[in-house]
């Protein structure tokens, strides 16, 4: 059974460009949710997403950020003219229906030059 | 508002000892739960132990045990038998009220275990 799975690892942008982050849930998984961790600090929750739902996006800025979960296909985490204050480890997990724990992924590693 | 404090930015153990590492938490809800997350140098976040807020009993997975006081809003992480490959950042987190449809989880800054020889 894979885990949570997450691409890029890797991801490199400058200023103004887009930054499209993929995450595929763990098989049976249909509560998604993205958090996002700056150099040394904790990870701060963005949003939480079912299947073509938004749930919460209380974590998330106003301007420049959205997120979808389709009914086929991947959750994205989409960055629209990326900033370098946006520099950050992007993380995804999920969880099962009824269960407590969130399972994360590798996570994506975004560096805005 | 929802707080998970860790006062110990980096903590030594020697290797095949026991250590603690702590959390307090604050919260005005009756039901909650409590997570600790192991993250190494590669990066991933790893799910380490689950305690609910009306579970009787302190959770054991392994060698990692949590010493849930509830009065004193704690929830420490203890190693034992502490090995080489335990080093790395350890993230208290806790998961917000359940009201049936949001459950983030609040983290605190972490610890930095370093195991020596």
């Known amino acids: 059974n894979a885990g949570v799975m997450q691409n890029p690892r890797h991801l490199v942008r400058r200023r103004g460009q887009e930054a499209r982050l993929r995450c595929s849930p763990m098989?049976?998984?249909?509560?998604v949710y993205w958090y996002r961790q700056l150099p040394e600090e904790g990870l701060k929750f963005m949003v939480y997403?079912?299947?073509?739902?938004?749930?919460?996006e209380s974590g998330m800025p106003k301007e420049r950020f959205s997120a979808e979960f389709p009914k086929e296909g991947p959750s994205i985490l989409r960055i629209q003219q990326v900033v370098r204050g946006d520099s950050a480890a992007y993380f995804c997990?999920?969880?099962?229906?009824?269960?407590?724990?969130?399972?994360f992924g590798p996570g994506t590693r975004l560096l805005v030059l | 508002a929802q707080k998970i404090t860790q006062t110990q930015p980096g903590m030594f153990v020697q290797e095949k000892e026991a250590v603690t590492l702590d959390c307090t938490y604050d919260?005005?809800?009756?039901?909650?739960?409590l997570f600790w997350y192991k993250q190494p140098s590669s990066g991933e976040m790893i799910f380490l132990i689950y305690?609910?807020?009306?579970?009787?009993q302190n959770a054991t997975e392994g060698r990692y045990s949590l010493n849930f006081q509830k009065a004193r809003k704690s929830a420490n992480l203890v190693i034992s038998a502490s090995q080489l490959g335990d080093s790395a950042m350890y993230f208290c987190?806790?998961?917000?009220?359940?009201?049936?449809?949001?459950?983030?989880?609040?983290f605190g800054t972490g610890t930095r275990l370093q195991v020596t020889l």
């Open positions: 997990a999920s969880s099962p229906e009824g269960e407590e724990t969130q399972y």
């Open positions: 098989k049976g998984h249909s509560h």
């Open positions: 997403l079912q299947k073509e739902n938004i749930i919460d």
């Open positions: 919260t005005s809800d009756p039901s909650y739960g």
């Open positions: 305690q609910g807020s009306y579970d009787q």
């Open positions: 987190a806790m998961r917000e009220p359940y009201t049936g449809t949001a459950s983030k989880l609040t």
